[in-house]
Nanobody
């Protein structure tokens, strides 16, 4: 059974940093593209960053230069390093992967940024 579990969220002041983790069980994570998404209250869920099985990355314009997605295949984990956080980055952050055409989501981790 595939499960994704996010962690690392919390409360941080504007300008601060957090590192989110997404750990997968039941699947060899390294073989799949993984995305980090976020959803703020009243807004649609949006893609923040993605990394494919070759390690290629892509970012939303709003986080380029501030966020870094990476993966540790030995730990079956994908990270999202978030620096220079802004109040508008506050949201619930989710990781997602597709397996055999089906999306798998984690439960999300809350990021709160105080101004």
């Amino acid at each position: 059974q595939v499960q994704l579990v996010e962690s690392g969220g919390g409360l941080v002041q504007a300008g601060g940093s957090l590192r989110l983790s997404c750990v997968a069980t039941g699947v060899i994570f390294s073989a799949y593209t993984v995305g980090w998404y976020r959803q703020a209250p009243g807004k649609q869920r949006e893609l923040v960053a993605g990394v494919d099985d070759g390690g290629n990355t892509d970012y939303a314009d709003s986080v380029k230069g501030r966020f870094t997605i990476s993966r540790d295949n030995a730990k079956n984990t994908v990270y999202l390093q978030m620096n220079s956080l802004k109040p508008e980055d506050a949201a619930v952050y989710y990781c997602r992967m597709f397996l055999r055409g089906r999306p798998y989501w984690g439960q999300g981790t809350q990021v709160t940024v105080s101004s």
